[in-house]
Structures are given as structure tokens and as C-alpha cells.
């Protein structure tokens, strides 16, 4: 009881600190997103316009992340028996395909900048992205140290670092248009933008869509899993074996354990939930134990 409390109070406190940096986070970026806008059709700036576009997911990622930790803390009930945790992963899902969308909308775009290039103002554009460049920069730092306890703030973190490769790019792209007067550098930047942040847009898709199906976490051996728990003392075999995680950092094991002539069940037990947690850091396991020990309760076989 006092490990499972020690364990909430961590979570809570992991929570509470994500909720305070994201809050941070979506107070410099929902302002900076209102200037980028307008500077980007005061300055005619594709590019900005795109920036502006990944800074809005920010702002929609850092809210959503925010409602998915206080609905996360919501007890669990008869209705919902795991609580609200995986809203975090459905959020994070959410995010990845508003980020496929708004780059097909720049891609679109900038086609049509292709064919009719327009006036830019290279050196309004220039300081925008120079102030775009320390928000994002210092959102990022104030989402560091949650990125890898939770799929929604690494989502955040994701789209604020592309964000701020984007500002790079956009004061790149305003220098050049700015001595050279090659107006066609705007939807170059803006494409090349988008193209930098849908591979990590991939990945984050395909993690979350691997937690929704209950697919094994990345980094984990099924088959190195059966095999460590075969070779145990007083088991004969393994079946029904699954491994899922809830939330990216909670990971559970299920699995059936057909024992040997003599094992005692509870003592088999045991010593696979300490195997599962030294060995693989799987802390939520059940195993059920199926045959007959010799002077030893007896667990019902389920599977004939």
C-alpha cells in the first residue's frame, strides 16, 4: 500500500510539474502566435503564414496536453476502470493529424506563390522570426523535463523544437530575400518547413497509434520476455502473454503460466512480478498460474 501510494504522490507531483511548464509554455506561445499572424500578412510572408500555422498546433498541443493532465487525474470509476489516462494518447494522435494538415495547406500555398510570386518585406519578417526564435526556444526549455514521462508533452516539445528550426529557416530565408531580392526564397522556406516536421509527425502518429491498438512498446522483446519467464524454476510453459501500455511510461503485463509437478503457485508468482520489474521495468503484472502443485492451492485451468 505504501509503494502504491509513494507511486500516486510521484505521479501527481510528475502531473502538477508538466501542467506548470505547459501552462508557461502556451502563455508565450498563444501571444507570439498573434503577432506571427499578423506580421505575416502585414509583411506578405508565406513563410511566416507557415511558421504561424505550426505555432497554432503549439498553442491547440499545449491546451489539449493541459486538459488531458486534469482529466488524467480523474479517479477511475465503474464506467471507466483505468481512469482517463489514455485521453493523453488520443490528444497526441490528435496533434500529429493537425500537423499533417496544415502542411498540405502550405504545400498548396506555396504552389500558388510558385506561379505568382509576390512582394515581401524581408526585414519585418526578419524580426518576427528573431522573437518567434527566443519563444520557441524558451518553451522548449520549460518542456524539457517532461518530454519523456509523457506522449502528450513530448508531442508539445516536438512541435515547439520544429517551430523553432521554422524560425531559423524563416530568418534565413528573410536575409536572402532581403540582399538578393529573390522573392521565390518565401515558399521555398515555407515548404522546406513543412517537409522537416512530417517525419517526426510520422513518428509520433505511429507511437500513439501503437498505445490505442495495445501493441507491445517499442524497446520491448515479446519473445525475450516468454523465453526469461519459461526458463524460470517451476514453470513448464507460457501462453497468452500480453504486454500494452496505457500511457507511454506505464506498461502492463498479463500471461498465463502452466507450472511444473511440485511448484508452488504463489512462490511462481512472486517471482515472476520480481522478474518482470528487475529485468524488463514492467511494475503492473498479473500472472495466472494453471496445473497442479504438489501440497498447493490449486488455480483453475482456464484454457483445456
Known amino acids: 500500500m505504501n509503494d502504491h501510494a509513494e507511486g500516486g504522490h510521484a505521479h501527481d507531483h510528475t502531473a502538477g510539474a508538466n501542467a506548470r511548464s505547459l501552462s ?135 512541435e515547439v523544437w520544429a517551430d523553432m528550426i521554422g524560425s531559423v529557416g524563416v530568418i534565413a530565408g528573410a536575409l536572402a530575400i532581403r540582399f538578393t531580392g529573390w522573392t521565390w526564397v518565401d515558399p521555398i522556406v515555407a515548404v522546406a518547413i513543412g517537409l522537416w516536421v512530417l517525419p517526426r509527425t510520422w513518428i509520433l502518429l505511429r507511437d500513439t497509434i501503437n498505445v490505442l491498438l495495445e501493441g507491445v512498446p517499442a524497446g520491448i522483446d515479446l519473445k525475450q520476455i516468454r523465453s526469461t519467464l519459461t526458463q524460470e524454476a517451476g514453470v513448464a510453459g507460457v501462453h497468452d502473454l500480453h504486454v500494452w501500455s496505457m500511457t507511454n511510461n506505464e506498461v502492463s503485463c498479463t500471461a498465463h503460466v502452466t507450472l511444473l509437478d511440485g511448484a508452488h503457485p504463489g512462490d511462481v508468482r512472486r517471482r515472476l512480478t520480481m522478474l518482470l520489474e528487475e529485468r524488463f521495468e514492467i511494475e503492473h503484472s498479473t500472472i495466472q498460474t494453471e496445473g497442479f502443485g504438489a501440497g498447493c492451492d490449486e488455480t483453475p485451468r482456464l484454457h483445456p
Open 24 to 158: 508557461w509554455a502556451l502563455a508565450l506561445t498563444s501571444t507570439y502566435l498573434v503577432a506571427e499572424v499578423v506580421g505575416a500578412f502585414v509583411f506578405n510572408s508565406l513563410a511566416l503564414l507557415s511558421d504561424a500555422a505550426h505555432m497554432m498546433t503549439d498553442v491547440v498541443a499545449l491546451v489539449i496536453a493541459l486538459m488531458a493532465i486534469r482529466l488524467g487525474r480523474k479517479a477511475a470509476d465503474d464506467r471507466r476502470t483505468f481512469g482517463y489516462r489514455r485521453f493523453e494518447i488520443l490528444a497526441a494522435a490528435f496533434n500529429a493529424l493537425l500537423l499533417f494538415a496544415v502542411a498540405i495547406y502550405v504545400l498548396v500555398e506555396a504552389v500558388t506563390r510558385f506561379q505568382s510570386p509576390q512582394p515581401i518585406q524581408a526585414t519585418g519578417m526578419m524580426i518576427v522570426a528573431v522573437i518567434g526564435l527566443a519563444v520557441n526556444i524558451i518553451a522548449m526549455r520549460l518542456l524539457t523535463s517532461g518530454k519523456n514521462a509523457s506522449f502528450n508533452v513530448k508531442g508539445a516539445y516536438l
